[in-house]
């Protein structure tokens, strides 16, 4: 069975920091490209920042700077460290596990909530 538990979510005060984990099962996680999205309230689902198979990263603007995207093989967890959080940070984060362009699993969401 395909599983992307994520962990991590809280209560913090802006400029405070959370670091985030997604422990995968029942795939292929070293060939991966993992990616966390987030969703406010109202709001679209956005995508967050992405760690390639090979290593390689991306992070939308709003967040460069700020959040810091990793990987554990060996433990087969994503993590996004996200520090100087702002209030506008504040959402139910997913992390997404594909091959190429398309996301064939996600995880159940975790909630971050940035008071100002």
């Known amino acids: 069975e395909v599983q992307l538990l994520e962990s991590g979510g809280g209560s913090v005060q802006a400029g405070g920091s959370l670091r985030l984990s997604c422990t995968a099962s029942?795939?292929?996680?070293?060939?991966?490209?993992m990616g966390w999205y987030r969703q406010a309230p109202g709001n679209e689902c956005e995508l967050v920042s992405t760690?390639?198979?090979?290593?390689?990263?991306y992070y939308v603007d709003s967040v460069k700077g700020r959040f810091t995207i990793s990987q554990d093989n060996s433990k087969k967890t994503s993590y996004l460290q996200m520090s100087s959080l702002k209030h506008e940070d504040t959402a139910t984060y997913y992390c997404?596990?594909?091959?190429?362009?398309?996301?064939?699993?996600w995880g159940q969401g975790t909630q971050v909530v940035v008071s100002s």
């Open positions: 997404a596990a594909g091959v190429g362009c398309a996301w064939d699993y």
């Open positions: 029942g795939f292929t996680f070293d060939d991966s490209d």
């Open positions: 760690i390639s198979s090979d290593g390689s990263t």
